[in-house]
């Protein structure tokens, strides 16, 4: 099945007092480009992600967003310097007692003594986190990929009818190249005979020019090259996977191919044919752009 890279998921998880969030977003990018925010604590969990992400996915930039609420959170702690304390409320108490202060001495007083409290980070339990983490991250990439397959089948059916309509002028072609030459042979015949007036047509020279024409003119290795990439095309689309890429070289060898012809074909019918081929498979680049 074909992948869009354009998707999101959110995910949920709780346990052990701790509770994660995880919401995800795709875009499109050529290769698979993934960015985690993380509170602070728990960056060091951002390798563990990106290798479950990669798990899931092949292409495209994808936007991941942590958020974890923890009941029990112990990661700082304050500290009483129990000495310092001591020190400074001798030293208010003899500063009291030299100003003749009658304001008692209370303890908001030895807060602001620098050092008195102080806070202190311990080291985060990463493992507290890691297995709420990984079930929100699983639910919210399970999501994006429910919402990339909905928006893929869609992209393949529009893909695979744009490409019939290729498909058919590309046997319109093949069917008007015959008339084509019987036309240009008639008007190179009625040319000639303006030219010559009355001096009798040299046949033998006339038909060698007219060979001349229908080889420049043959286009039949493009067209059988062009059913071939367009049935290569078809296979990748039913293959599914990460085709993004290999879909994007083919319709690089289908507009060379239409190109050819197009320099080929001295005709008005054939020319609008390669105009009309060529408007399509621009608006299957345009959607294969979004493919996995």
Known sequence: MVLSMTGYGRGVSA????SAAVEIRTLNHRYLDVRVRLPGPLLALEDSIRQAVQRRLQRGRVEITVSVEDSDDQSRTVIVDL???????????QARGALGADEPLRLEHLALVPGVFRMEERETDLERYRA???????????????????????????VAARMDAVERLVRSVESRVPEAVREAHQRLRRRVAELAGDVALDEGRLEMEVAILADRSDVS???ARIASHIAQFRTLLQAGGAVGRKLDFLLQELHREWNTIGSKANDAVIAQAVVDAKAELEKVREQVQNIE
């Open 83 to 93: 000495g310092l304390l001591a020190q400074a409320r001798a030293a208010l108490e």
């Open 132 to 158: 709420v983490i990984e079930a929100a991250l699983d639910e919210a990439l399970s999501g994006v990929l429910a919402m990339r397959r909905a928006e893929g089948r869609a992209l393949a059916a529009d």
């Open 221 to 223: 290795e493009e067209t």
């Open 15 to 18: 346990g052990g007092g701790v």
